[in-house]
């Protein structure tokens, strides 16, 4: 079984992110200060704390793509010889949206990244690529394992994946590889493409005994 969250949320995401991409992909002063602001406040951290910068070169590569690819392909076989049908199909179907979306975003929208960042990307920065494939694994293990536990299950579940979402797309912030507002439109990117495609995924109905 897929849990899905009310229809409005999906949407609500879906309508933040495109309020989000007008002032974003304008430069609106208000907002292109905020996002400066924050991160030449990473940048000071950085520059302190060369250890940590490596470390975080390291640990937010878990949520790249190929990773986040090979993880979707072999979580979605595996719900496949399990015979989850509509689990493979949701997973696999993720796996492939999500990065197709934020690279069409990237070759469309022109959102340069921070200058003289902690790493080296050369590709537009609207949302984070990163950030969305984290938020989107996050969720779909969220959105598979709701149904199957007792509350106490749930909160361990939702707590863990919240925190594996936020710490990736911090990472991308404090490495300056993005600007705040790339991170916030990678997190709203998943919150609304996820739950659609499981909307989208058809269950098959119990067979009927006798």
């Given amino acids: 079984m897929i849990a899905r969250p009310p229809l409005f949320l999906p949407l609500l995401a879906l309508t933040a992110l495109l309020v989000l991409a007008v002032p974003v992909l304008t430069d609106w002063a208000p907002l292109h200060r905020a996002d400066r602001a924050l991160s030449e406040t990473f940048r000071g951290h950085g520059d302190h704390r060369p250890g940590l910068v490596s470390a975080l070169r390291i640990l937010t590569d878990v949520a790249a793509t190929i990773p986040f690819l090979v993880a979707g392909v072999v979580a979605a076989l595996t719900l496949l010889a399990r015979g989850c049908r509509a689990a493979a199909v949701f997973c696999a179907t993720v796996t ?68 594996f979402a936020v710490f990736v797309g911090l990472t991308r912030v404090a490495l300056l590889a993005h600007w705040p507002t790339d991170v916030l439109g990678g997190w709203l990117l998943a919150l609304a493409v996820v739950p659609l495609v499981a909307y989208a995924v058809r269950e098959r109905a119990p067979a009927r005994a006798g």
């Fill in 96 to 163: 492939g949206t999500v990065p197709v979306l934020w690279g069409l975003a990237h070759w469309l929208l022109h959102r340069p990244r921070p200058l003289d960042g902690f790493v080296t990307v050369t590709s537009n920065g609207f949302p984070s690529g990163h950030t969305s494939n984290a938020a989107a694994a996050a969720l779909v293990v969220v959105l598979l394992a709701w149904p199957r536990l007792a509350r106490t299950g749930r909160l361990v579940v939702v707590t863990a994946a919240t925190a």
